[in-house]
């Protein structure tokens, strides 16, 4: 697996994850620009699927199996934009809390993407 882009990935969830966790400090609900930053991190995790799937068919296995791999690349790539479709539900503070946890599972299942790949 490609780890400068799995470290990316990490610190760009972890940094929405400071942003939205701020705007819950100010009492803000998840605004457009929140909303930007989701889509920023779901496209790096919508790459590293396309890489993640390319080296698993160019031959490349990873040390705790297929499945297992694939399977966290598509939990990785629902975990932000699952945690946005919920803060447009709770339209408080504590939609920016869902974000802010969401992008921390997300920060957390690449360290695992990591682990699994063989890292």
């Known amino acids: 697996m490609l780890v400068a882009l799995t470290v ?9 994850a400071a942003w939205c966790g701020f705007a819950a400090y100010r009492d803000q609900p998840t605004k457009d620009w929140h909303f930007i930053g989701m889509a ?3 496209v790096l995790v919508l ?4 890489i993640g799937i390319a080296r698993l068919a160019g031959g490349e296995k990873p040390d705790d199996g297929s499945v297992i791999f694939v ?22 503070r504590w939609g920016s809390v869902t ?11 690449e360290v695992r993407l990591h682990d699994i790949w063989g890292g």
């Open 8 to 16: 990316t990935v990490s610190v760009v969830a972890l940094a929405l």
């Open 40 to 42: 920023v991190v779901s």
């Open 47 to 50: 790459a590293q699927l396309v």
């Open 71 to 92: 399977s966290y690349l598509i939990g990785a790539l629902f975990a932000v934009p699952a945690a946005g479709f919920l803060s447009l539900t709770e339209r408080t």
């Open 99 to 109: 974000v802010s946890a969401g992008a921390v599972v997300l920060a957390v299942l």
